[in-house]
């Protein structure tokens, strides 16, 4: 991607992440409301910086000018937020991302979806031993939504918002369903979590391939390379590329490296 790309919530943990790793690789434009202080700017130039609030058409297609790609991240990431914030800033929020991406000639948009948007799979008989090595059980994109919450229901709307645009423009969209992001080690003593992880490295390498690669619309997951897994990552591996370099196995159950603990 030779093309500015656009990061949106570009402050918060996921855009750290993919910053952080990817800063140099591209030419970024960041979005958020908050203002981004240098120290998470990871060398990008303040003057290639928008504070705006994504529900704000004019700022999001002012920001998007001359972009290749965006990667939306913005909105509110709390699995118990309220249904007007999740209605304004991640399904209004994410309505007005695709419109000016779709209208500005934007190419590509990966959309932040999460793991929230299928929680309702989890039932009370397939856990907790879905959650466990030995189980095979998989949910691999093609499943249809069944959300755990209203913040779930708005990542589903995402979804669909992108296969409009997809389908009625020439935006190509991926949405992955992140897991859950952690720095440095997988949720500790949470089985889900760490079935689920997302290092910050496998992040921005899942990022970056969402970036490179050539896909219509799809729908992956975004976890590392979990020994403890329900959802499959073939997807993102076949279409995009994606190869995670981490697995939540590699740490004990309260999150510390196997090999330093073996090495004690
Ligand atoms: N962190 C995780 O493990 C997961 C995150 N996600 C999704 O990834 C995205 C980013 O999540 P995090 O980085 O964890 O959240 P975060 O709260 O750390 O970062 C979100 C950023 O978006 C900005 N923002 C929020 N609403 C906005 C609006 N209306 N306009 C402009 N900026 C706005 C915030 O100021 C913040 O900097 C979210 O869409 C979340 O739903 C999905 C699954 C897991
Ligand atoms: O979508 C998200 O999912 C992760 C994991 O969910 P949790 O219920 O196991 O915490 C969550 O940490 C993150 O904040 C959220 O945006």
Redesign the pocket.
Known sequence: MDDPVLL??????????ILSQLADEYDWRL????P?PETRRHGVPESATVV?????EAAVANAMADCGAVI???????PDAPWDSVL???ID?TQTVFSAAADTGVEKVAF?????AVGAYETDDRTPEMYRTDDDYRLDGTELPRPSNL?GV??AS?ETLGRYYHDHTDLDVVC???????EGHPPREYERGQAMW?SHRDCARLFDRCLRADYDYEIVY?ISDNDRKYYSIERAKDVLGYEPVDNSAAYTFEGEPKDAVDGE
Request: glycine letters at 18%; charged letters at 20%.
């Open positions: 949106t919530g570009a402050g918060g943990r996921v855009g750290q992440a979005l958020d409301r908050e981004i705006a609030d994504v529900t704000d939306h991240l913005a909105g509110d990431p709390r304004a800033n991640n929020g932040a979806s999460s793991n929230h913040y708005s990542k995402g992955v369903r992140i897991g859950n992001l952690t997302l975004g």
